[in-house]
C-alpha cells in the first residue's frame, strides 16, 4: 500500500541507504525509499548465460556511461585519470562489488593527530565497532578470526577458501615475512537468512546468482520490505526541496512514466554515494539556497576521493585454477598500511589478491600487450596463462583536496533533464608516489611467490568505485557539510548517510565502513525521537 | 537475407583461421564464428559491422600470414577492433570453453571446487605483534 505522508524518505536503495531503510524499519516510522533503478532479476544475470563474460562490456560494465540504461544517469568523466564506476538498481553498487569487505583501522579516524594530513574524523574506531558488528551480522561476512592488522574482529563464517594460488601468494609474503590475511568477504561460505553458500562461480562483478554475494537486494531490503517500507522503484529524484524559510519540505521526482510528483517527508536521508549525492544537492537550489542544499560551507561536492588503485600481475608455471573462486576476495596485506614516513609517503595501502580473469579477459589483455599472440602460438600461450595468474590491486589512501570536485555539467543531463555530474579529478603527489611503492611491493611479492612473468601499472582507469568526501563530516559547520551523526549542519532532518559523508578515505574498500556508519546515524535517529 | 557475401565469407573465414586457428581437434578455428551469429545479441552485431567494415578495406582474394600482416598495418584500429569481438566471441563457445579447462561453464549447474588453502601458512603472521595504530 502506498504510505501517503512518510516520516522518513530515504533516497537511494544502494548499500547504505538499504543499511538505513532496515534501522529505521525496525521502529513504528513510517518510510518510503524513492530509487532511479529496478529490482535485479539473478536468474538473469551474465554468470547464467555461456556469453557471461562478453556481458561486461557492455550492459554490465562498470561505467554507467558504457551500460547507458534506462536507469543510469551520465557522468562525465573525461577530466579525470579515474573514470567513475557504479550500478543503479535496488541494491546499488553492492550489485556489482566484490564483496572485499575490510573495516578502517583505528588510525582512520585521526589522521591529522597522528600523521598532521587532513582533519580528524568527528568519531572513532570504537563508536562505530558495534555497528560494524552489527552490519557484518546483518550482512553476512566471512573471514578469519586473531589479524594483527585490527582489533579484535569475531562472529564471521568460514573464510573463502585460499584456493591453491592464495597458498601459493601467501608463501610469497612469508618469504618476505609480510603480513597478509585471508580477506573479510562480504560473500557466505555456508547458507545464511535464506540464502545459498558460495559455490565458487567467479565472477562476482556481475551479480551473483547464487544469492551468496551479500548485495543489499538480498540482505536488508528483504527484511526492511517485510517490515513495512515502501520502495518505488524507477523513480528519480530532481531534488530535495525546503520552504521559503528553508525548512526540509520533502523532494521533487520522476517516476517511471516520467511524471514529475512530490513526495513530502519530516526526514530526508540520502543515500546517493560519492557522486549521486553532491549531485543532488547541487541540483537542490533555492532561495535560501541559492548553491545547493546543504552547501553554506561550500563543501558540497569538494574533497572527493577515488582511492587510486595499481594493478600488480604475476603467471606462475603451475595450474593455479586461479580463475576460479569470487574474483576479488581471496587475501590481503596490509603491511604498509600505516605511515612510516621513510617511504616518502604519508598515510599508505591494502594490497588486495586478485583471482585470475576468465578466458575473454585473459585473452583480451594478453593480446593486448602482446603477451598472448595471434596464429600458431595463440593457443599454447593462453595454456599458459589462464589458471595461471594472480592479480593484485593496490588500494591507494586518497587524501581530501578540494580541487577534486563533483559539480555540475552544464551541458550533460539525464534522460529526465536533469544536469549530469562532471568530474575534476588528479593524483596528489602523495599518491602517486604511494601507488608506485605499492605496484613495486606488488612486484616483489609476486616474485618471491615464484612468478615467471611479472607486471604492474597504475592508475588504472576503469576502477572509480569508491566514491568518497564529497559531503564532508565534522563539528565545525564552516568545514563540513554534515554532524557527527550525519545531519547537515544547515537543514533540520537533512541526513546523508553514504561515503560523501567521509573526512578520509582510509586505504581499504569502503563498503563496511559506510554501511556501519548508516546504522550509527539511524541509531541516532531514534534514540533522538525516542523510538 | 545472408548476413555476409560470398566474398565477405571467403576473406573472413581465411583472416579468421589465420588469426584463431584449428588447435589439436579439441579447439576450433575461430571461422565457426561466421556460422553461430544471433543478430539480436549487440556483441554479434558490432562484430557484424566490424567484420564488414574490414572486408571492405582487403581488396586480395587470397590472404596469408604477410597479407594480413599489411592488412593490420594499415587499418590498425579497424583490426584491433575486430580481433577483440572476435577475441569475445571465440571464448564465449561453449565447446571452447569445455575443452579450455575453465571449470565449470554457465550456467554453471555445480559451482567449482576451490580447495580451503593451508591455514597454516598463517602461523607466522598469527605470531606478529599487533601491526595497527590506535
Ligand atoms: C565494480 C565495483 C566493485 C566494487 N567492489 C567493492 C568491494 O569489493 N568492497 C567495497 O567495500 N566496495 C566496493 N565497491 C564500492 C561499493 O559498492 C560502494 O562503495 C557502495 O555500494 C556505495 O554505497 P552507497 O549507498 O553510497 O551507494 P550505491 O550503493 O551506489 O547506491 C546508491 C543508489 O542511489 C541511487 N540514486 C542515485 N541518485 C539517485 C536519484 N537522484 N534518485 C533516486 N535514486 C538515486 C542509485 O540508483 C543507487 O542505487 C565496488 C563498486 C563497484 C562499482
Ligand atoms: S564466486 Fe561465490 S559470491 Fe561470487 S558469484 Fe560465485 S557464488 Fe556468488
Partial sequence: MKIKDPDVLIIGAGASGAAAAWSLSQTSLKI?????????????????????????????????????????????????????????????????????????????????????????????????????????????????????????????????????????????????????????????????????????????????????????????????????????????????????????????????????????????????????????????????????????????????????????????????????????????????????????????????????????????????????????????????????????????????ELHNTVTLDPNIKDSNGIPAPKINYQLSENSKKMLAHGLEKGKEVMNAAGSKKTMSFGPVRNTGWHLMGTAKMGNDKENSVVDKYGQSHDVKGLYIVDSSIFVTSGGVNPASTLQALSLFICNKIKEENNL | MEIFSEEEISKLSQILNLILPEYNENLPSASFIINNLNLTNSIHKHFVDASKNLCSRVENIIITDLILTQIKKNNFREFSVFVNLVLILYYSNKKVLNNLNVGSVPPFPEGNFVKEGDLYLLEQVFLKEKIYRE
Avoid at chain 1, 551500460?67 to 556489482?96: E, K
Avoid at chain 1, 558488528?133 to 573464510?159: C, H, Q, R, W
Avoid at chain 1, 555456508?190 to 558460495?198: A, F, L, P, V
Avoid at chain 1, 537550489?285 to 600481475?313: D, I, R, W
Wanted: hydrophobic letters at 35%; a negative charge.
Fill in chain 1, 32 to 400: 518510503v525509499c524513492l530509487e532511479q533503478g529496478g529490482f535485479m532479476n539473478p536468474e538473469e544475470y551474465p554468470s547464467t548465460k555461456i556469453e557471461w563474460e562478453s556481458l561486461k562490456y557492455n550492459e554490465f560494465n562498470v561505467s554507467p556511461n558504457i551500460r547507458n540504461l534506462p536507469s543510469d544517469y551520465p557522468i562525465n568523466d573525461t577530466s579525470s585519470p579515474i573514470a567513475i564506476a557504479n550500478y543503479n538498481a535496488v541494491g546499488g553498487s553492492t550489485i556489482l562489488y566484490s564483496g572485499h569487505f575490510p573495516r578502517f583501522h583505528p588510525s582512520d579516524f585521526r589522521v591529522k593527530e597522528l600523521d598532521h594530513v587532513a582533519d580528524n574524523w568527528p568519531l572513532n574506531y570504537y563508536d562505530l565497532e558495534p555497528f560494524y558488528n552489527l552490519n557484518d551480522k546483518m550482512m553476512g561476512v566471512s573471514g578469519l578470526t586473531g589479524d594483527p592488522a585490527y582489533p579484535l574482529i569475531e562472529g564471521m563464517f568460514a573464510p573463502i577458501p585460499l584456493g591453491a594460488m592464495g597458498e601459493v601468494i601467501g608463501k610469497g609474503f612469508n618469504k618476505l615475512g609480510w603480513h597478509w590475511w585471508p580477506s573479510y568477504s562480504a560473500i557466505i561460505t555456508q547458507e545464511y537468512m535464506h540464502r545459498g553458500k558460495c559455490i565458487n562461480l567467479g565472477p562476482c562483478n556481475m551479480g551473483c546468482p547464487q544469492g551468496a554475494k551479500s548485495s543489499t537486494d538480498v540482505t536488508y531490503w528483504p527484511i526492511a520490505l517485510k517490515n513495512g517500507v515502501e520502495l518505488r522503484t524507477h523513480c528519480r529524484v530532481r531534488e530535495v526541496t525546503v520552504d521559503k524559510n528553508g525548512k526540509l519540505t520533502g523532494a521533487i521526482y520522476y517516476d517511471k512514466d516520467g511524471v514529475e510528483n512530490f513526495q513530502s517527508a519530516k526526514i530526508v536521508i540520502i543515500a546517493c554515494n560519492g557522486v549521486g549525492t553532491p549531485r543532488l544537492l547541487l541540483n537542490s537550489t533555492s532561495k535560501c539556497f541559492p548553491t545547493g542544499l546543504a552547501n553554506n560551507s561550500g563543501l558540497v561536492g569538494k574533497n572527493l576521493m577515488l582511492h587510486p588503485l595499481g594493478y600488480v600481475e604475476g603467471i606462475f608455471e603451475e595450474d593455479l585454477n586461479s580463475n576460479l573462486g569470487p574474483h576479488g576476495c581471496c587475501l590481503q596485506s596490509q603491511e604498509f598500511y600505516e605511515t612510516d614516513l621513510s617511504r616518502g609517503f604519508v598515510r599508505g595501502y591494502t594490497m588486495q589478491i586478485l583471482r585470475g580473469p576468465g578466458p575473454v579477459e585473459t585473452t583480451l589483455s594478453g593480446v593486448g600487450r602482446r603477451e598472448i599472440p595471434l596464429g600458431m602460438d595463440h593457443h599454447k600461450a593462453v595454456k599458459n596463462t589462464l589458471g595461471k595468474a594472480i592479480g593484485m590491486g593496490i588500494i591507494v589512501e586518497d587524501l581530501p
